[in-house]
């Protein structure tokens, strides 16, 4: 039985469907980051009453690219475990950041990974270095406007 791979292999065409059936909005047809969670953020304020958010985007910026390295060691050493592992705890920092679409590519990973489905594993952390590219563009580009 051969199975399509299609909706791992290309995120930025895959359609999930609502509750009643109908389809929603494609990963790739939305924003790489929700600008409000990034408004949330920068209203976090230091002692002296200033925005940490600089701070924080670049502690996730710094983060993510080892995270990604660990995920294609693991991958490399055929480590389904190592892969849901990795994949969990790269959700909630991109999901902290409103990067939705890699949130939901990392919560496709762990399930897939944790099936063991290393071919799968594979396509999604390529979509995952991907999508990242374009989540720290946004940043960057965000960064340079405020």
């Known amino acids: 039985m051969r199975q399509d791979r299609t909706a791992v ?3 930025e065409e895959r359609r ?6 109908e389809p929603d909005v494609a990963a790739g047809d ?3 980051v929700d600008e409000t969670v990034i408004e949330q953020l920068a209203s976090i304020t230091d002692a002296q009453g200033f925005s940490v958010l600089g701070e924080l985007l670049n502690a996730f910026l710094g983060a993510v690219p080892g995270r990604l ?3 294609d060691r693991a991958l490399a050493a055929q480590d389904p475990a190592a892969l849901a592992d990795q994949a969990h705890a790269l959700t909630g920092s991109s999901a902290s950041f409103g990067a939705r679409g890699m ?4 919560r496709e990973l762990r399930a897939v990974s944790e099936r063991g489905d290393l071919e799968g594993s594979a396509l999604l952390v390529g979509a995952l ?3 990242f590219l374009r989540v720290r563009a946004w940043l960057v580009n965000f960064r340079r406007r405020t």
């Not at 949130?103 to 990392?106: I, R």
């Open 30 to 32: 939305r924003p790489a």
């Open 16 to 21: 999930k469907e609502s509750p009643g059936g």
């Open 9 to 11: 292999a290309h995120p």
């Open 129 to 131: 270095h991907a999508e």
């Open 69 to 71: 390295e660990a995920l």
């Open 103 to 106: 949130a939901d590519l990392c």
